[in-house]
């Protein structure tokens, strides 16, 4: 029998390596990005095309190479940072393994230009699937430009997995403000689609975070600092009145490398015990500067994940250091802990309730959304009932036995079945499940209690209003446009990048949802009109407050894009918990409630109501 074991060939042995280094576009751009690090560049520009796919280019003015590196660094595990088994414990330089430069060229179109200040002349290298295709001089300044063409050109299984231009630019601006907030000193400019995204100067530590994060942080930042011999902690951390409900302005850097560590984050939760709502995240960029002998950054492809010598005594050292800032600074607690948001109430965005207003709910701040000239959900034509099904499909989850209330399996029924208009209109009945309620009353200004002939109903008045404008905003997008006021005088809003990107994808839905929304400059938008029913003042706060819940929905794999803006702009609308409201107002939700296709439950599962029967009651008191 023939020996059946084999070497692969080198190309292919570079491509099967190339996908634990190489996942994405954006893995090119990190590992892109620290080499010119490492060169000593004090000027980093990174340019992209069509979110990587086309090109990735970083040029830098660092030391540059020789004729021979710039044909080794292309070959694989050639390295300039280690030269022997000790080494390994001592690295403070990005790359070092000689594995990120043979992987691109294994997956990608390269062309290198890099030249030595003592060189006359820089050397030109084109590579194609691994292959040296053309090298030569060229005329060039001192530094190195890395072009990298046609991603996963001759693996399309791999390309063809990639996302959208849109997320994957989101993934590539998270490596480059990684990088670009690891190192403050350096210039770092972004380009894609010959449109400059970032231009950060030099600068300290915390005027690169006000660059990256925006204007907002400026005043809004606790310096951390405590050194010991063992290991130095510095950095920022915001005050809890920048909490978010995501963690997406965290960053650990050690040794300047950013890394992921739920250990630590933990830690980060812990200093800020009680200053901010459980389900929201502090924002931080903290730098642990640790002897290298006392980690291990080789564990992970990506060195982003690192193992501690003793994590307990970073854990310790990260908590007091906060806390210390946080107590120095004597920072106490600026939120509303009832609240179900994370940063503030939105009651502002409702309008003054006055008293010539309390005799008609309908003119009033709170229910101008409910108004029956706005109400999208009330069917007027039998005829636009043949569409509902495709309209409004959620997936339903309901918390608990006592929440499968009478007819709940019917409206169960009533999302997965083909129905008539007939059937339709019965299970749309504002009291097809109950008869009709009276004698409203609030209980802790959440919980509204109505009587009925078989006994009484408690309603939760944020997840009942919650279930009414989700309804109504998928009705708005699905072809029946909210109402535009426009603006006399237009608001600009000015957004950090990341946000920028979120927005432009959401405009078209935020269209039909009543907003005019258009793009000004660099990350900067006009609010020409917004819905009819929002105070004027009050659009900047509206938008931010939306596009912060989106991205808190936004790893909920479950909903598409759309469904998770209507339940960003149905949480971020909605009345909370703690308004007292009228019995008008109590009325007209109990009303507008019972109306919807899917009155028990809150687009994600949580119960809006739960009925007590009368006999119940009198069986619990043995009557």
């Not at 030099?202 to 006000?210: M, S």
């Not at 459980?278 to 931080?284: E, L, R, V, W």
């Not at 009325?587 to 949580?606: H, M, Q, R, W, Y």
């Amino acid at each position: 029998m023939l020996d059946i074991i084999q070497l692969l060939p080198d190309n292919i042995a570079n491509q099967i390596a190339a996908g634990e280094v190489i996942q994405r576009p954006a893995s090119a751009v990190k590992e892109l990005l620290e080499n010119a690090v490492d060169a000593g560049a004090d000027e980093i520009k990174l340019i992209v095309i069509d979110a990587g796919k086309t090109l990735i280019q970083v040029v830098d003015n660092g030391k540059g190479m020789s004729e021979l590196d710039a044909r080794m660094c292309f070959e694989r595990h050639a390295t300039s940072k280690i030269k022997n088994i000790e080494d390994l414990f001592h690295i403070k330089t990005m790359g070092f393994r000689g594995e990120a430069l043979a992987s691109i060229a294994a997956v990608a179109q390269v062309e290198l230009k890099t030249k030595r200040a003592e060189d006359t002349a820089g050397t030109y290298i084109e590579i194609d699937n691994s292959a040296v295709r053309k090298q030569e001089p060229v005329a060039m300044e001192k530094g190195t430009s890395f072009a990298m063409k046609n991603l996963f050109f001759n693996v399309p299984a791999r390309r063809n997995f990639l996302k959208s231009n849109a997320s994957e630019l989101r993934h590539i601006v998270d490596e480059f403000i990684r990088v670009a907030m690891a190192f403050p000193t350096i210039f770092f400019s972004l380009n894609s689609n010959g449109q400059e995204i970032y231009h950060l100067e030099k600068g300290n530590l915390k005027q690169r975070i006000v660059q990256i994060l925006g204007n907002n942080y400026n005043a809004k930042l606790v310096s951390v600092e405590q050194d010991t011999d063992y290991m130095n902690i510095f950095g920022f951390v915001g005050k809890p009145e920048t909490a978010k409900k995501t963690r997406g302005d965290q960053y650990f850097f050690v040794n300047n490398r950013f890394i992921k560590s739920a250990y630590l984050n933990h830690a980060m939760m812990k200093a800020f015990d009680e200053m901010i709502p459980k389900d929201s995240f502090p924002m931080y960029a903290l730098f642990i500067d640790l002897d290298p002998s006392h980690l291990d950054i080789n564990v992970h492809p990506t060195k982003q994940e690192i193992k501690f010598e003793d994590e307990k005594i970073i854990y310790a050292f990260v908590q007091s250091a906060v806390k210390h800032a946080l107590g120095q600074f004597s920072i106490t607690p600026t939120l509303d802990f009832q609240l179900d948001a994370s940063i503030e109430s939105l009651d502002a965005l409702s309008k003054p309730f006055t008293e010539e207003k309390k005799s008609s709910a309908t003119s009033s701040s709170l229910y101008n959304t409910f108004s029956k000239k706005n109400q999208a959900h009330f069917i007027e034509n039998k005829s636009e009932l043949k569409h509902w099904k495709d309209l409004y499909e959620p997936s339903v989850k309901v918390e608990g036995e006592r929440f499968k209330a009478e007819g709940y399996e019917a409206i169960r029924q009533l999302q997965n079945a083909d129905i008539d208009a007939k059937t339709f209109t019965s299970f749309i009945s504002p009291y097809a499940l109950h008869p009709i309620p009276h004698n409203f009353q609030q209980l802790h200004n959440t919980y509204i209690v109505c009587q009925n002939d078989e006994g009484f109903i408690l309603i939760h008045q944020q997840n009942a209003h919650e279930r009414i404008l989700y309804e109504r905003f998928m009705n708005a997008v699905a072809g029946k446009p909210i109402a535009t006021q426009q603006s006399l005088f237009p608001v600009t809003l000015e957004l950090a990048v990341p946000d920028v990107f979120v927005l432009n994808e959401l405009l078209p839905d935020l269209h039909f949802l009543g907003y005019q929304i258009e793009p000004f400059g660099n990350n900067t938008f006009v609010i020409q009109g917004t819905p009819a029913d929002l105070e004027a003042g009050n659009e900047k706060t509206a938008i931010e407050k939306m596009l912060e819940q989106y991205k808190h929905f936004s790893n909920d794999l479950k909903y598409s894009k759309r469904e998770k803006l209507l339940r960003s702009m149905a949480w971020q609308q909605a009345i909370k918990a703690g308004k007292s409201l009228d019995e008008a107002e109590m009325k007209n939700l109990v009303e507008d409630l019972f109306a919807c296709a899917t009155p028990n439950i809150t687009s994600n599962g949580k119960p809006t109501y739960t009925a007590f029967k009368k006999h119940e009651l009198d069986k619990m008191f043995g009557r």
